[in-house]
């Protein structure tokens, strides 16, 4: 779907932010049309996350304009953004380690607009992913880092998204349940949720995106379909050219591994 | 427990302490109204700690809750009991002045600014004597004080509304978004609940039920004093008795603060000639007790049923 064909979900125009002075990212548009997939990708420290902060409201907007679903929401605070239909599952997955997984989740279905749904969002997010429904009672700081992904997802399924933001689901998960954790981002994409995707994990990440914008150095470089991205120049030579330069045998093998799980995600 | 249970027994704890200190002898209603205080300090300590909200300035709610009650009988010579709402007021006042200036400081920094703030306090009354009789302290006005037994009655009905504040909130949905707090205020304000909202709710609660502990007191001894109204000691043992009974529980400070009387009155009663002696060996207790027992009295009856997590399917 092109984002033109009907009302951007989430439009950001010419957004700065950052931390103190240093500016991360720099004059950054970006915008997520209704049920799309669009992901985000970037090396480390491209300012993929900072942008994701800025767009959950974690981070003050220095400069720029963040439209969602027709309401300008520059100034709005995060619990706010959350209730008008943000929801983050964020880097590191941060669940809460000495509550049982659902309590997290009721947590993740706190906000006003969700409370109706939430039994059915639980019936959803258990269906989802199995595993949580058979760890139900056990306290989220025991489960692997896998479940705990999958929770963090699932937590943020529970605030009834109409844009669902997740950053860096892969981040520090085996191959197998990456593609797991991937398989379910496409079924809730399937269901209709409008998501906002960022990756370092730019294979995977393509796999269930339909659109990406590419970030470097806090700057949009690079943006288009799917497929024109997998087989663009310039990602291969920024996400696995810079790598080539090092250490060959390494990367060959780390290609490899890539390779079958951008395939073995294609049969999914 | 169904809630109507829980009432029907909450009923019959307030007659029992309505009824029962003018039943016993004088010794028992200073045991009573020692752990009562004790108690509604040690719920309002442990209300906060459970939202990651670590407090050392306890005993500025207590000595602002004394100060106001004594002042307020003082001037317009109402019966004791009216003076418990300036002392709330006054105490929720400053709950949410603390909740609003430290802003977003947490543990360690948010429990020096409280530790500071109460101490701030206690200079404060010390310097106008004009209002607070300063170091020479403040009577209160003696035909006002209640009998020793409508007192304790009157503080024991305290206990239990605290008590059940404290159980009714911790089966509530704030109760999670308040531990959760505990966790990660960044993460809690990504779930949609205003961090800053539940801070200021949850200490300008805590400020109040302090408050009374402090107004209570001041009734009890008839004369207040600086010093004493904002020990550092009342902080203290605001968490050691949650800590001892079991931090974060609803029957934490119950435990704890029976189990406190009962160590500094046996200390007292065997080592009391010997100075310091007593305090020496009910710090040895309170010290095995948290070596021993980390999860307080609650927390060894759990390990011996083994009881599992409470289910949450009532939620």
């Known amino acids: 779907m092109s984002p033109a064909a009907s009302p951007p979900v989430l439009e950001l125009q010419g957004g700065f932010t950052g931390y103190g002075d240093s500016v ?13 997939v669009v992901c985000l990708l970037g090396a480390n420290g491209a300012g993929k996350t900072t942008l994701m902060r800025a767009i959950t409201g974690l981070l003050p907007l220095m400069q720029g304009r963040l439209v969602f679903r027709g309401e300008d929401i520059s100034k709005m605070p995060a619990h706010d953004r959350v209730r008008a239909g943000i929801c983050l599952s964020p880097e590191g997955r941060q669940v809460f380690p000495e509550l049982t997984v659902m309590e997290n989740l009721v947590l993740g279905g706190f906000n006003k607009r969700a409370r109706e749904f939430r039994q059915r969002n639980l019936d959803r997010v ?8 058979e760890r139900k009672t056990q306290a989220a700081g025991l489960m692997s880092g896998g479940e705990q992904q999958m929770l963090a997802i699932a937590r943020a399924l529970m605030g009834e998204p109409k844009l669902l933001a997740l950053d860096e689901p892969s981040l520090g998960l085996a191959p197998k349940i990456v593609l797991t954790v991937f398989d379910a ?5 399937q269901s209709g949720i409008t998501i906002l995707l960022v990756e370092q994990n730019t294979r995977a990440a393509l796999t269930v995106a339909e659109r990406g914008y590419v970030l470097s150095a806090g700057k949009i470089v690079h943006e288009g379909s799917a497929r024109e991205l997998m087989q663009s120049e310039m990602i291969q030579k920024a996400f696995i050219g810079a790598i080539y330069d090092g250490d060959k045998k390494r990367v060959t093998r780390r ?13 999914a | 427990m169904s809630t109507t249970r829980v009432v029907i027994l909450l009923g019959v704890l307030l007659a ?5 200190p003018h039943l016993l002898p004088p010794v028992m209603d200073d045991w009573a109204i020692r752990f009562a205080t004790l108690l509604l300090i040690a719920v309002s300590w442990n209300l906060m700690a459970n939202a990651g909200l670590i407090s050392l300035g306890h005993s500025g709610f207590w000595g602002l809750g004394a100060y106001s009650a004594g002042l307020f009988a003082n001037v317009t010579q109402l019966p004791f009991w009216v003076s418990i709402f300036p002392a709330m007021a006054l105490g929720a006042a400053f709950g949410f002045c603390l909740a609003f200036i430290t802003g977003r400081l947490r543990g360690l920094f948010f429990a020096i600014a409280t530790l500071a703030m109460a101490e701030a306090l206690r200079v404060v009354a ?4 004009a209002l607070t009789g300063g170091a020479e302290g403040l009577f209160l006005t003696d035909h006002l004080r209640p009998s020793r037994e409508t007192l304790t009655s009157f503080t024991l009905a305290l206990t ?16 999670y978004a308040l531990r959760a707090m505990r966790d990660s205020e960044a993460a809690v304000q990504m779930l949609g609940v205003n961090p800053a909202r539940f801070r200021i709710g949850i200490t300008v609660l805590s400020g109040a039920m302090a408050a009374t502990a402090g107004m209570v007191s001041a009734w009890y001894t008839g004369y207040l004093e600086p010093g004493a109204a904002f020990d550092l000691k009342i902080t203290i043992s605001a968490q050691i008795a949650p800590l001892f009974g ?13 189990a406190l009387l009962v160590v500094s009155e046996v200390t007292r009663l065997h080592f009391g000639n010997t100075a310091g002696f007593g305090l020496l060996a009910y710090g040895i207790v309170l010290v095995c007790g948290v070596m021993f027992m980390p999860g307080g009295i609650v927390g060894l009856f759990r390990k011996l049923r083994r009881r599992p997590r409470a289910s949450m399917e009532a939620v």
């Open chain 1, 24 to 36: 991360v990212v720099n004059d950054v548009s970006i915008s997520v049309g209704q049920g799309e």
């Open chain 1, 126 to 133: 258990f269906d989802l992913f199995p595993r949580l429904s």
């Open chain 1, 185 to 189: 981002i496409k079924t809730i994409a």
């Open chain 1, 255 to 267: 290609e490899r591994r890539l390779a079958a799980l951008a395939g073995k995600a294609d049969h």
């Open chain 2, 16 to 20: 029992v302490a309505v009824i029962v």
């Open chain 2, 126 to 129: 010390l310097m106008v004597p």
């Open chain 2, 160 to 175: 239990v509304a605290a008590v059940a504040i404290s159980y009714f909130l911790s089966r509530s949905r704030y109760h």
């Open chain 2, 246 to 258: 079991g931090l974060y529980t609803v029957a934490g400070p119950v435990f704890g603060s029976m």
